[in-house]
């Protein structure tokens, strides 16, 4: 029977300039499987062969396409030559005992599935043993802002984090596995004085992310000093110089980041993601290894966006979705491979992957899952 073996690297970090060839974060989700593919680019594919030939088959050609077939490892002679480079195709038969890469191009967007099955030698294909389901998306995007806060007490000091960067590591977990662009409209200004609030009084000790009079002194001040910021940027970053609490919430537990719409009565609404002092967070489960400061702050930025994008904590939430879209396991084992995503609500796993359902529910999301009216 035809299996997928694509290379997956670590599973919870993506490509990067010491491991290029990783592959776990371009769109590829093993679990269902799924591969995401931008319109008019394309990914890399590797099968292997069983003791039969295999035929693969595009279900919808006018999605997506297969084609420059390499093989990598071959244990029995090829009876018929494999189409030339450039060359697309729908269906192909490969191989028997083989191991073969091809190349799948977006064509246009909508779902498709590739289907293999063996061709036992005098007798009809089975029936399908491979199903990957194969999305071709268009690029979208979301602009993002960063305004550093402060008060009569706390201070500007002058300190400024790498937003620019912070941003850009959003940008690429999103554009490689959803085609899904995260734009900072400041460039490298993200990174100084440049767009700086000061409110009169303080906001405290710490920081209530549901004080509804301090929310509003923050919209009345944005609105005051930057007028055109709500429909420049879909989200707004607000680094804030007090620890962030949830007075609501069980003994005021601190917390690094969260995203949360806030809604004023004319209708204007803000996109806030809300960023507090540096924190210790427990250890990833990632070889028993605690993630560097910047990984915990970059992995919180992302998947504080992700909310804010519309997504929610495990895919079992998503009502309206296919089943097959969910995946095989709704309720798995603790640390089973499917909460290895960016949307995993502990600090236990610090992952960047996008799963499937994510990635789909991300193109039908209508925005922030945490709203509140002023």
């Known amino acids: 029977m035809p299996i997928l073996v694509k290379p997956l690297g670590e599973l919870d970090r993506p490509p990067s300039s ?8 371009d769109g590829f989700d093993p679990l269902m499987p799924y591969q995401m593919i931008p319109l008019g ?25 297969m084609s420059d077939f390499r093989i990598l490892r071959q244990t029995s002679p090829s009876l018929f030559p494999l189409p030339g480079p450039g060359v697309p195709v729908r269906r192909i038969a ?31 294909p089975l029936k399908p043993d491979l199903q990957l389901l194969i999305a071709v998306k268009t ?23 790498d937003f620019a960067g912070h941003i850009e590591a959003s940008n690429k977990v999103y554009l490689d596995q959803a085609n899904f662009g995260i734009i900072n409209i400041d460039g490298v200004a993200a990174n100084t004085q440049a ?18 009079q301090l929310i509003g002194r923050i919209i009345d001040g944005l609105n005051a000093k930057f007028p055109t910021l709500r429909r420049d940027a879909n989200v707004i970053i607000l680094p804030i110089p007090v620890p962030l609490v949830v007075k609501k919430k069980e003994a005021n537990s601190q917390i690094l980041g969260m995203g949360i719409t806030w809604r004023k009565a004319d209708g204007q609404r803000f996109n806030f993601l809300f960023l507090g002092p540096k924190i210790v967070l427990p250890r990833a489960k990632q070889g028993g290894r605690r993630p560097s400061p910047l990984r915990q702050l970059r992995n919180t930025i992302s998947h ?8 929610r904590h495990h895919p079992s939430e998503i009502v309206d979705l296919p089943p097959t879209l969910i995946g095989k396991e709704i309720n798995p084992v603790f640390f089973n491979a499917s909460f290895h995503n960016l949307m995993f609500p502990t600090t236990l796993i610090v992952s960047d992957r996008l799963n499937g359902a994510q990635v789909e529910d991300l193109h039908r999301s209508t925005g922030s899952l945490r709203q509140f009216d002023l």
């Open 94 to 124: 490969l191989p028997e005992r083989s191991v073969v890469q091809f190349t799948l191009f977006g064509r246009a967007p909508g779902l498709t599935v590739l289907e293999g099955r063996d061709r036992p030698v005098g007798g009809p």
């Open 195 to 212: 767009r700086t609030l000061t409110l009169n009084g303080t906001m405290g000790k710490t920081f209530d992310l549901i004080d509804h």
């Open 304 to 311: 504080e966006l992700g909310h804010l994008l519309g997504l």
């Open 41 to 65: 680019k394309s990914r890399e594919m590797v099968v292997q062969t069983g003791d039969f030939k295999a035929e693969l088959n595009l279900a919808m050609g006018d999605i997506s396409s």
């Open 139 to 161: 690029l979208q995007i979301r602009r993002v802002a960063v305004c550093y806060l402060f008060d009569r007490v706390n201070r500007d000091t002058g300190a400024r984090g």
């Open 18 to 25: 010491d491991n290029p060839t990783m592959h776990s974060t």
